[in-house]
Nanobody
Framework: QVQLVESGGGLVQPGGSLRLSCVVS????????VTWFRQASGKEREFVAA???????YYTEAVKGRFTLSGNSAKTAVYLQMNSLKPEDTAVYYC???????????????????WGQGTQVTVSS
């Protein structure tokens, strides 16, 4: 199975940008849904964005137009470019991947088998 490591988080002013990376070892992300979740303090983990198996991007409404998914050609990394950041984007961001996800379950964190350890994003003035 794949192992995932997130990086790129940090402290940023409102309106600023960060680029998160999800890098895989132990294989590639070929055949996987690759999904970003976030979990704010005291809240449940929520869906942010995902690549389907054919790399079609999906975004939660709260980040549409601000966040953009991309990946490398080797399918060993997925990136989340986050622009126009807001305080409500503050959370630990997690990368998850799973070969068995179907579209109807894409947004449900409990269905993913492979997780990174998370990277903290804090948006504050």
């Amino acid at each position: 199975q794949v192992q995932l490591v997130e990086s790129g988080g940090g402290l940023v002013q409102p309106g600023g940008s960060l680029r998160l990376s999800c890098v895989v070892s132990g294989g590639t992300l070929r055949g996987h849904y690759v999904t970003w979740f976030r979990q704010a303090s005291g809240k449940e983990r929520e869906f942010v964005a995902a690549f389907s198996r054919d790399s079609r991007p999906y975004y939660t409404e709260a980040v549409k137009g601000r966040f953009t998914l991309s990946g490398n050609s080797a399918k060993t990394a997925v990136y989340l470019q986050m622009n126009s950041l807001k305080p409500e984007d503050t959370a630990v961001y997690y990368c998850a991947a799973d070969r068995n996800i179907i579209l109807s379950s894409m947004t449900l964190a409990r269905n993913y088998d492979n997780w990174g350890q998370g990277t903290q994003v804090t948006v504050s003035s």
